[in-house]
């Protein structure tokens, strides 16, 4: 079973940019599962204006790497696979009613997020950009 996401990478002064769902006590990286057809930018497109209530800048979108993983309260076998991407955007980022929390994140928190979230905080740190 593969869980396809798509994810916005946004990092300000070496931290990344995490947000908590409400009812979940994990963080992840902004972003959700697509819907239908939906392309990648579609579906980062929607799932950031859903939680975060601002509009990703689709000029600007440059893919920063797809990772997968396992990891706890998945069924057994299932994979996420996560597409990143940067991007700019519009709008003043707060949580919406989706989201309970949002939090910024260094490369100390990594055991706050999942296990495919880790493999990208691991390359940020690796190439400078997480502090």
Same mark, same amino acid.
């Given at each position: ?7 916005? /990478? &946004? !990092? ?6 995490? #947000? ?9 990286? *902004?972003? %959700? ?20 209530? /601002? &509009? !990703? ?6 893919? #920063? ?9 998945? *069924?057994? %076998? ?54």
């Amino acid at each position: 079973m593969l869980i396809d996401t798509v994810a916005w /990478v &946004r !990092i300000e002064g070496g931290r990344i940019l995490c #947000a908590r769902p409400r009812g979940k006590d994990v963080f992840y990286i *902004p972003g %959700g599962k697509r819907e239908g057809a939906e392309s990648d930018l579609e579906t980062l497109v929607r799932e950031i204006r859903e939680e975060l209530t /601002v &509009r !990703i800048d689709p000029e600007t979108v440059a893919h #920063a790497g797809t990772y997968e993983a396992g990891g706890p309260g998945l *069924p057994d %076998g299932a994979v996420v696979r996560m597409a990143c991407y940067t991007a700019e955007f519009t709008g003043e980022l707060k949580a919406s009613s989706e989201i309970e929390d949002v939090a910024w994140f260094s490369y100390a928190d990594r055991d706050r997020v999942p296990p495919v979230d880790q493999q990208l905080f691991d390359d940020l740190k690796d190439a400078g950009d997480l502090v």
